[in-house]
């Protein structure tokens, strides 16, 4: 099964790469990882940083974690960003996925807000082991990194070289360096209003 959100689609690389895969059918693999290509204020990232998503899985083989989130206080029809669980090996395929959001900058960022509040709310709550559980290797890594905001900018913009990519890779940089901001320290505030509250 293939999985994509609304905003993405499948390069011509990617279906004859799924082609290929489907018609050797190795049963040991339970999913495959395939990274995004970003398209940000109408330009395709050359660069920058690359996520990678288990988008072709075998039903038999991968199941959904669990996750006590329905009380996060402003997440409405978001939904979480969960990885599958593998019951098997996880591949890696060489085609993308290009994920093109046609939606202003204000939903982008009203997203973004919503989204921090979930990324804060399972950081400090009962439901962070499940969805660490479920994270790629690769995610957990990121999850670990200390100074993130800062991180992740100086790993965007310069160690990815966002800069080839013109006003784009720095705007795409900053957004994000923000958004890592806004889950630390919506999960500050909740970890002060829990020792308040005891």
Same mark, same amino acid.
């Given at each position: 099964m ?8 499948? &390069? ?50 991968t &199941? ?8 996060? &206080? ?61 994270? &790629? ?14 991180a ?17 890779g ?18 500050a ?10």
């Amino acid at each position: 099964m293939l999985y994509l959100d609304a905003d993405e689609a499948v &390069t011509p690389d990617l279906a004859a790469e799924i082609s290929r895969v489907m018609a050797a059918d190795d049963a040991s693999i339970g999913a495959y990882e395939i990274e995004l290509d970003y398209s940000f204020l109408g330009h395709k990232a050359q660069v920058r940083h690359r996520v990678a998503k288990r988008a072709l899985v075998r039903r038999s083989r991968t &199941t959904w974690p669990i996750v006590d989130d329905l009380d996060v &206080t402003s997440m409405w029809e978001v939904e979480g960003h969960y990885q599958p669980i593998v019951h098997g090996r996880v591949g890696a395929l060489r085609g993308r996925i290009i994920h093109d959001d046609p939606d202003p900058l204000f939903d982008y960022f009203a997203r973004h807000n919503r989204y921090s509040d979930w990324e804060a709310h399972v950081q400090v709550g009962e439901a962070r082991s499940a969805v660490d559980s479920a994270r &790629t290797i690769r995610g957990r890594r990121y999850a670990r990194v200390p100074f993130k905001p800062l991180a992740f900018f100086l790993y965007s913009y310069l160690a990815r070289q966002g800069f080839r990519d013109g006003g784009a890779g720095f705007h795409y940089a900053v957004a994000h360096a923000f958004y890592y901001w806004q889950i630390g320290v919506k999960k500050a505030e909740q970890l002060t209003s829990s020792a308040r509250s005891r």
